[in-house]
């Protein structure tokens, strides 16, 4: 384990002995998830996938296809985590979540010994996944700009990725603080939702002592998406179809991958990533017409191919300054505007989800819209100018209010058993 984490985290968990008292030692859980499966067929083949959570470059989660459900967990470390003890503390839970992640996307229950709940008595693992099989899981770890802050003196300075900052407030922004910021990220990715959620639950456990839970952003895609095609976001249009190409290895060079204007610890494999929940305003949207509709997103609903007039690509029948039947122009549809962004600012990897959660207290509608998931080499150099031209121009505007916001390092991945994620920032 870490030089210097384990008294930590011993320390932590005796703690959690003297305040927490009466705990049950419970019957044992059955561990591995290797039990007979109730499931039909057709879920049961999600049920096998399984990706490896060790990898020669990026985490898996990244440029995995989009699995049905995500559970992402923003965590805040501990308010005692400072200087060298902070820095054991977080290397002992980044590698214990490690070889929990691992065990977890095999299908697997967590290992015995893990985290703040090992020697209370109760079962290493909380049991509700027990039967489920890997369904797919990928669990990918980031760190938020005050891992690398000053005031916490967690890191070298070396390692301090230059310009890795909370984003600055846009035009329109209405974030909501329970819904902003972050130390550590979780994002749980499977095709069943209990399989994702057990995930941040358990490492939730194992985090005690260090860090606690700060949200938990629950996201969906439609069961049916045939391969090949991007499933409907929740104003009926497919999303996820233009961005950048991960499998191009020199856009992906350019604009996905940390490069070596990186800390080394972020190269091969390391990234940025922007979490926005981006709440649409549904009512309103669902008493516009087709067409009105069409031109604010700038592609049809039906195929979601591009309105003339919008210009993918700028081809020959490209007419900028073609209006839709209520006069608004094309220029300002959301396809069009984020085009432009992009082709200056470069592509970014985009990983949206739809969220729907309940009704917003003060206007009764329901509380829908986008968990918007965007991997980048350079936030600053890209998301931001591509926000803020956004904010200016896009039509979208009139029915969406970002409400959530977070920014986060991605490290490259654990490159073995023996190895965890961060372990090239903190061991
Ligand atoms: C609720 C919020 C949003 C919704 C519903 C939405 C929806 C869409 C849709 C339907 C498309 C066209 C289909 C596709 O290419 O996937 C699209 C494209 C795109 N969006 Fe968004 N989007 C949202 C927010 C954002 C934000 C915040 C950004 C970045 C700051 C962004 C950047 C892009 C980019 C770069 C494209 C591709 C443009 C192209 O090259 O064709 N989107 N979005």
């Not at 819209?369 to 936030?379: D, H, P, V, Y």
Request: no cysteine; charged share 20%.
């Amino acid at each position: 384990m870490t030089p210097g984490g384990d008294a930590g985290r011993r320390l932590s968990r005796r703690r959690l002995l003297e305040i927490g008292g009466g705990f049950a030692a419970g019957a044992a859980i059955g561990g591995g998830a290797a039990g007979a499966s109730a499931r039909d067929d057709d879920v049961a083949q999600n049920a096998e996938a399984s990706y490896p959570f060790d990898g020669p470059h990026e985490q898996a989660g990244i440029t995995t296809p989009r699995q049905r459900h995500l559970a992402l967990a923003a965590f805040t470390l501990d308010d005692g985590l400072h200087g060298a003890f902070g820095r054991g503390e977080l290397a002992g839970l980044m590698q214990d979540w490690s070889t929990a992640a691992r065990a977890l996307a095999a299908g697997q229950a967590l290992p015995e010994g893990l985290g703040s709940s090992a020697g209370l008595g109760a079962p290493a693992d909380t049991g509700e996944a027990d039967g489920l099989g890997p369904s797919g899981l990928t669990i990918t770890f980031g760190f938020g700009p005050e891992v690398f802050g000053t005031e916490r003196d967690l890191v070298r300075a070396a390692d301090r990725p230059g310009r890795l900052e909370t984003l600055p407030r846009f035009a329109g922004d209405a974030l909501e603080p329970r819904w902003s910021g972050g130390d550590l990220l979780v994002a749980a990715s499977a095709d069943d939702a209990q399989v994702a959620v057990h995930a941040i639950r358990n490492l939730a456990r194992m985090a005690r002592g260090a860090a606690g839970l700060h949200w938990l952003q629950r996201g969906f895609l439609p069961e049916t998406a045939k391969a090949g095609e991007a499933p409907r976001n929740l104003m009926g249009f497919r999303d996820g179809q233009s961005m950048l190409d991960h499998r191009d290895q020199v856009s992906a060079g350019k604009f996905l991958w940390s490069g070596s204007d990186a800390p080394a610890w972020m190269r091969g494999g390391g990234t940025q990533l922007v979490v926005r929940r981006i709440r649409m305003q549904l009512e309103a949207w669902d008493t516009a017409t087709l067409e009105h509709q069409e031109a604010t997103v700038g592609r049809s609903k039906g195929d979601g191919v591009f309105l003339p007039g919008t210009a993918a690509g700028r081809g020959d029948d490209y007419d900028g300054s073609a209006v839709d039947p209520d006069g608004r122009g094309a220029e300002g549809s959301h396809a069009t505007v984020a085009r432009d962004a992009a082709t200056a600012t470069g592509q970014i990897l985009r990983r949206p989800y739809s969220y729907a959660d309940g009704v917003v207290e003060e206007t009764g509608q329901l509380d829908a819209g986008l968990i918007f998931l965007a991997f980048q080499r350079s936030i600053p150099d890209q998301f931001i100018p591509m926000q803020e031209r956004i904010a200016r121009l896009d039509a979208m505007n009139e029915y969406t209010s970002p409400i959530g916001s977070a920014v986060f390092a991605v490290p490259p991945a654990s490159r073995g058993p023996k190895d965890w994620v961060g372990s090239g920032l903190l061991g």
